[in-house]
């Protein structure tokens, strides 16, 4: 099926609407990494996440009969995975995390990266590569989901707003105070 390889994700998702099941299997291997690794880091349990992450590939299938392109497909698809995180928070005694904190910081240098063979800098790339997940892990939960839909699957800012369903602003603010806290946390 060379075809189906070049195709876009959104006639992908047109011919499996249409009946070829080959078409939802290059979908799925497109999009299994992102999303899985989106969702865990949502929840934070890779039991739950597999749990989750299942349930959204069914709930594509189970809708695809009515399936439109009205944007691109991975705004469609993290949007239903949006949708399931919000359930999952609501069945959860705490319910939705609202956590919308606007501290911002200060504008800072990113983490030098590169590949290097001396051992003390690779056990410090490990260690800088720790951290950053330890704090991503600690954001506030609107702001770690704009910014790993962002990060796992290159979404822009109108998509990010498309798939949670906010303003653009809103979306802009949470990924610009996502990023902000990560550069101090990386600074510290």
């Known amino acids: 099926m060379p075809q189906a390889h070049a195709a876009s994700d959104e006639e992908l998702m047109e ?11 290059v979908l799925y291997g497109r999009h299994k990494g992102g999303l899985f ?3 865990l880091r949502q929840c934070g349990s890779r039991g739950v996440a597999e749990e989750l992450f299942q349930e959204v590939w069914m709930n594509l299938i189970r809708a695809r009969a009515a399936y439109t392109v009205q944007a691109k497909f991975t705004t469609y698809l993290y949007r239903l ?20 904190d606007d501290v911002d910081g200060p504008a800072l240098d990113g983490i030098a990266g590169g590949r290097n063979d001396d051992p003390a ?12 997940l330890q704090l ?28 949670t369903g ?13 990023i902000a806290r990560l550069r101090q946390g990386m600074r510290e």
Request: aromatic share 8%; hydrophobic share 40%; net charge negative.
């Open 37 to 39: 690794r989106y969702v």
């Open 81 to 100: 995975a949006h949708n399931r995180l919000i359930d999952h928070y609501r069945a959860q005694a705490g319910g939705v995390p609202m956590s919308f």
């Open 136 to 163: 991503i892990d600690a954001l506030p939960q609107a702001q770690r989901e704009a910014f790993l839909l962002q990060q796992e699957s290159d979404m822009s800012i109108e998509e990010i707003a498309e798939a």
């Open 121 to 132: 800098i690779t056990a410090d790339a490990r260690q800088q590569a720790q951290r950053l």
């Open 15 to 25: 011919r499996y609407r249409d009946g070829d099941a080959g078409a939802f299997d």
């Open 166 to 178: 906010v303003s653009r602003e809103t979306a802009k603010s949470r990924l610009r105070y996502a």
